[in-house]
């Protein structure tokens, strides 16, 4: 049975896990932060709850407490006001309930590798909105594991996790080092790196023959650097209309991941 906890008030140190989010010690991708995964939501804390990062502490407004409260482990579960939440958490919270975890171990690269068909590699993608929208197409269209390369942001941090509508939590991932070198070990694995980028030179993405597939996806504006391109096995496109040279990296991720995996 959850356990319904009616904090003292915003200064109550039993909230210290949901204080000031925004602040930089609260980034698990920065140096200092305390490494929690955050859930903001109840369709988030849900798929928190499912998934294998254990569940420290929920707070949240009553309401929204008592629609989790079937489906929450046996953790304190704070119940307060919504001003009293944004007070703690440092911003306003309209989704009114936050979940707190425990990292949880992160698979290998070869066993991703082992039960997959169709992976994402990624290098430099440092926007959190995109790495999340990414970690959403890669769940919705059959992608096995994301494999992340230089440059990237954590994907466990609560943006992310948020706009990837908790998919962070049931996508495998990890990271590949070193880089690029690392993509060797795909090949081992019987995969062929296919390069996605806008270059005129690039064969259609529908030419990519049968067989496991690694997508290799570079930041937002620059895309992938000389040294990822070279190491990649082919350069594919999607092809666009006239005029216009490239899309969004996770509009592209979700239209590269359409073709592979769901031959």
């Known amino acids: 049975m959850v356990r319904l906890i009616y904090p003292d008030g915003p200064g109550d140190t ?19 932060g305390r490494g929690l995964v955050i859930a903001e939501g109840t369709v988030v804390v849900r798929r928190l709850v499912e998934s294998a990062y254990p569940v420290r ?9 008592q629609e989790l409260a079937p489906d929450l482990p046996a953790v304190p579960a704070y119940v307060t006001s919504a001003e009293v939440m944004a007070e703690v958490v ?11 975890a425990d990292r949880a171990p992160q698979p290998s ?37 994301v494999l992340l390369g230089a ?19 049931r996508v495998p991932f990890t990271l590949l080092q070193p880089w690029p070198d690392g993509l060797d070990l795909l090949r081992e694995h019987g995969f062929r790196i296919a390069a996605l980028t806008p270059r005129a030179g690039a064969a259609p ?30 350069a594919v ?21 359409y073709e592979l995996a769901g031959r």
């Open 14 to 32: 039993r909230l210290d896990d949901f204080r000031d989010l925004s602040t930089a010690d609260r980034r698990p991708d920065r140096p200092g």
């Open 151 to 169: 440059g990237c942001a954590d994907p466990l941090y609560r943006r992310s996790v948020r706009v990837s509508m908790g998919n962070v939590l």
């Open 205 to 234: 993405l529908r030419s990519v023959g049968p067989g496991k597939v690694a997508v290799l996806l570079g930041s937002e504006g620059p895309g992938l650097t000389p040294a990822a391109l070279a190491a990649a096995d082919l």
């Open 90 to 100: 440092g911003f306003h919270l309209n989704r009114g309930v936050l979940a707190v």
């Open 57 to 65: 502490a929920v707070l949240g407004v009553e309401r929204r407490i």
């Open 237 to 257: 496109r999607i092809p666009m209309s006239a005029g216009v040279d490239s899309l969004n990296i996770a509009t592209a991720a979700a239209i590269t991941f």
């Open 109 to 145: 690269a070869e066993e991703i590798l082992a039960r997959s068909r169709v992976v994402a590699v990624l290098e430099g993608v440092g926007d959190h909105e995109n790495l999340g929208a990414l970690f959403r197409n890669a769940a919705a269209l059959g992608v096995g594991g």
